[in-house]
């Protein structure tokens, strides 16, 4: 009886994916992050044209695209970081829980709180482990319990197992690997909803790239993830949804499709995205 | 272990792959218990179900091409995605020649039987352990069954000549037999075809360890 090859695995994958489909129709409704009409400028150079991106709530979205086509400039819009560009201007709407992040009075400071960031190339302050994490409680005003906070961090980012004996070593002295997962865990310590990732591994060997692509699929648990690629591969391994982006005639970046990650790679319905993805174009 | 995400959805298709090998298994049964005791309804239901074998082939496609087009599987990895994207297909084949037994036990249904049947379930039964086999045989990454399954083939074929001899002494006795006679070469046949089938999945058997794609054991059909 073919039957008894079959496990326990099986019944229980049945009943994982009805939960997945009633998340993924809760989903549906469940932006955390939506852009609506998009425009950015860099002085008289417009850099983005009329993007409409929703970010899904506990899901990877990734952001893809050849240079130049304001893949960076549109993540950083969303946590406002383009704010300290002077010639930096937007229009239309960048909502975080339905409101436009962008609207006079909002702090930039607690939108970069609730919204985070992990950079291209690790950036850990040149001090301990424990104080990098520790850091962003601190200022942010947390006191007592920095010790379950560090700790918790460190574990969410997959680390604290290789880190627990040396806490008070400098950071500088971990692995570039590690020192990722690291800008990782400072950015979970400050329990944002949002993280957002510019091409959080280009700076990574694969099995490090692949370490923290699998701690991405853990944190979507409890959070959204917007990660900025140059690496197509990378987009298809890791996100829910690929945004797949282009410059314009007049080099303003566009959006020309957005969709799950799996139809975008099968079945693209824009022939630019199937001319990119397949390398014949970009 | 990186690659957790990978890893799961590579064991999905190949449960989904089994899921599928149980579906077949229990069309063919139920095709020979159909033919045996003549229930329509029985037949029926075969038929309607393999519908259910078809969508199922259709959808560990979809998860194979998807992984293809996502994973960038290498090595075992993607002869593994490749092995069961060959396999469904010939599971799906298989599911057919049950729902072709059904359709001739819905012919055969109103008449009498033309004679006691020994061979046909007896090839069905080989048939169906051979699949049963194949499919531990991929489970374990055993290519040394897989090639002992395949000689088990030659006992099938074998039968298959002795039922046809007898069913062509009976149209030869009686022209009244033709029919149903021809009728159960037919099953036979489908019977043959299934077994010879799995001696396809023993190949992507082998191939999925060794890497090497090798024609076993050659029907004489």
């Known amino acids: 009886m073919i039957e008894q090859l079959l496990t326990d695995v099986v019944r229980e994958r049945q009943m994982s994916q009805t939960i997945e489909r009633q998340a993924a129709a809760a989903d549906a409704l469940d932006r955390v992050i939506e852009t609506?009409?998009?425009?950015?400028?860099?002085?008289?150079?417009?850099?983005?044209?009329?993007?409409?991106?929703?970010?899904?709530?506990?899901?990877?979205?990734?952001?893809?695209?050849?240079?130049?086509?304001?893949k960076s400039t549109l993540i950083r819009c969303l946590n406002r970081m383009n704010d300290?560009?002077?010639?930096?201007?937007?229009?239309?709407?960048?909502?975080?829980?339905?409101?436009?992040?962008?609207?006079?009075?909002?702090?930039?400071?607690e939108v970069r709180r609730r919204i985070g960031m992990v950079f291209q190339k690790p950036n850990p302050f040149p001090k301990s482990i424990y104080e990098?994490?520790?850091?962003?409680?601190?200022?942010?005003?947390?006191?007592?319990?920095?010790?379950?906070?560090?700790?918790?961090?460190?574990?969410?980012?997959?680390?604290?197992?290789?880190?627990?004996?040396?806490?008070?070593?400098?950071?500088?002295?971990?692995?570039?690997?590690?020192?990722?997962?690291?800008?990782?865990?400072?950015?979970?310590?400050?329990?944002p909803e949002v993280i957002l990732m510019d091409e959080p591994c280009s700076a990574l060997d694969p099995v490090a790239t692949l370490k923290i692509e699998d701690l991405m699929r853990e944190l979507t648990e409890r959070y959204a993830?917007?990660?900025?690629?140059?690496?197509?591969?990378?987009?298809?391994?890791?996100?829910?949804?690929?945004?797949?982006?282009?410059?314009?005639?007049?080099?303003?970046?566009?959006?020309i499709e957005y969709g799950p990650t799996r139809e975008v790679f099968t079945n693209p319905k824009e022939k630019r995205t199937e001319d990119y993805i397949t390398g014949r174009f970009g | 272990m990186t690659r957790t995400a990978f890893e799961r959805q590579l064991s999905e298709i190949?449960?989904?792959?089994?899921?599928?090998?149980?579906?077949?298994?229990?069309?063919?049964?139920?095709?020979?218990?159909?033919?045996?005791?003549?229930?329509?309804?029985?037949a029926r239901q075969i038929i309607a179900d393999d519908i259910k074998i078809n969508r199922k082939r259709y959808e560990t496609e979809e998860k194979c091409l998807e992984l293809i087009a996502t994973q960038q599987p290498l090595a075992s990895d993607l002869r593994t995605i490749v092995a069961?994207?060959?396999?469904?297909?010939?599971?799906?084949?298989?599911?057919?020649?049950?729902?072709?037994?059904?359709?001739?036990?819905?012919?055969?249904?109103?008449?009498?039987?033309?004679?006691?049947?020994?061979?046909?379930?007896?090839?069905?039964?080989?048939?169906?352990?051979?699949?049963?086999?194949?499919?531990?045989?991929?489970?374990?990454?055993?290519p040394a069954s897989a090639r002992a399954i395949c000689n088990r083939d030659d006992e099938v074929d074998a039968l298959y000549d002795q039922v046809y001899g007898e069913l062509v002494t009976y149209m030869i006795q009686d022209p009244r037999n033709i029919e149903r006679a021809t009728h159960l070469t037919w099953v036979a046949h489908n019977l043959e075809r299934i077994a010879d089938r799995v001696t396809n999945i023993c190949e992507r058997v082998v191939y999925l360890v060794e890497g090497r794609i090798e024609e076993l054991n050659v029907s004489k059909y």
């Open chain 2, 84 to 142: 069961v994207l060959h396999i469904t297909v010939d599971l799906e084949r298989m599911g057919d020649h049950a729902e072709g037994i059904a359709k001739i036990a819905l012919m055969m249904a109103d008449e009498p039987p033309l004679k006691p049947y020994i061979d046909i379930p007896r090839m069905a039964q080989i048939a169906i352990e051979m699949m049963v086999d194949v499919m531990e045989a991929f489970k374990h990454r055993d």
């Open chain 1, 132 to 191: 990098n994490v520790a850091f962003g409680a601190r200022v942010n005003g947390y006191v007592g319990r920095l010790n379950e906070i560090v700790e918790r961090a460190l574990r969410q980012a997959a680390l604290w197992d290789e880190v627990k004996d040396k806490l008070h070593k400098n950071a500088l002295t971990l692995s570039g690997g590690q020192q990722q997962r690291l800008c990782i865990a400072r950015a979970l310590a400050i329990e």
């Open chain 1, 36 to 70: 609506r009409g998009l425009n950015v400028w860099y002085g008289d150079f417009q850099a983005l044209r009329d993007i409409n991106l929703g970010v899904a709530a506990r899901r990877i979205s990734a952001i893809i695209g050849p240079s130049g086509c304001g």
């Open chain 2, 14 to 42: 190949q449960e989904d792959m089994l899921v599928m090998a149980g579906m077949v298994e229990s069309a063919i049964e139920r095709s020979i218990e159909a033919l045996k005791s003549r229930d329509v309804e029985l």
């Open chain 1, 84 to 109: 300290l560009i002077p010639s930096f201007r937007a229009e239309g709407e960048v909502l975080f829980e339905e409101q436009n992040i962008y609207e006079r009075g909002i702090d930039p400071v």
């Open chain 1, 225 to 255: 993830i917007v990660i900025v690629t140059h690496n197509m591969q990378q987009a298809a391994r890791v996100a829910d949804f690929s945004a797949v982006m282009m410059m314009a005639e007049d080099r303003a970046g566009e959006m």
